[in-house]
């Protein structure tokens, strides 16, 4: 059973802040590309770097939402804990391609929630099938990417990012996913719950990882001696 966790005032952007600083303490670790490199100013081509590690995370949204698919089998085509979880994990993985393009929601949860229900009062039940509903995601996030420096064999003048243009593309792919909340049963305060576990056990593991490699180090350091 997922706890429930008391609400804060601003979900998203507070889901969005402890995503960031996840993905900063990942990438100081490893020594790879994050988030907060946009801070930095001696980056050679930054928009294109970027592009290419956003798009590895919607690589990884697409393969979570197939694992959603799997896990709905799994349980009988029942929209389980498990379910949301694949789902959340999905979420995950749409906060950062959002992060790494250095865009950041112009609403709250609230917002994006309220205009997936909207758009599921407006259509057929029909399209309230979850592959259909996929596919408007993925084709939201292909937008993105079409309207970013993201082909590496490609010489671009400029960078091609409208900042304006990927905050309109980017409220459109968020409303989108969370129609995928809402066809699962979710509200506010359950996407809410299930990523704040979800986040708390992300966290726990990076903190595992780094105890294993501190234990590693002193054992190769007790073997030398």
Avoid at 61 to 85: G, H, R, S
Avoid at 100 to 115: H, I, Q, R, T
Avoid at 187 to 197: C, G, P, S
Wanted: net charge negative; aromatic share 14%; glycine share 4%.
């Amino acid at each position: 059973m997922v706890e429930n966790v008391e609400l804060v005032a601003k979900p998203l952007k507070t889901m969005f802040e402890m995503q960031e600083s996840l993905q900063n303490a990942i990438g100081a670790k490893r020594g790879t590309i994050c988030p907060n490199t946009w801070q930095k100013k001696d980056v050679d081509d930054i928009y294109r770097v970027m592009a290419k590690e956003s798009g590895y995370y919607m690589m990884s949204t697409i393969t979570e939402l197939f694992e959603m698919f799997e896990q709905i089998e799994k349980d009988n085509f029942q929209y389980t804990e498990l379910v949301k979880f694949e789902l959340i994990d999905a979420w995950h993985f749409v906060m950062n391609q959002i992060l790494y393009l250095n865009v950041k929601p112009s609403e709250d949860l609230a917002f994006y929630m309220g205009k997936a229900r909207e758009n599921i009062a407006q259509v057929d039940f029909v399209n309230h099938d979850l592959h259909h509903i996929v596919g408007q995601v993925v084709e939201a996030m292909g937008e993105i990417y079409q309207n970013t420096s993201y082909k590496m064999w490609k010489t671009y003048d400029k960078p091609k990012e409208d900042p304006a243009k990927l905050q309109e593309l980017c409220d459109t792919f968020l409303i989108r996913f969370c129609t995928l909340f809402v066809v699962l049963g979710m509200d506010e305060q359950d996407v809410w719950n299930y990523y704040y576990a979800k986040n708390a056990e992300n966290f726990k593991r990076q903190e595992n990882l780094i105890k294993k490699a501190q234990r590693y180090l002193l054992h190769l350091k007790w073997m030398k001696n």
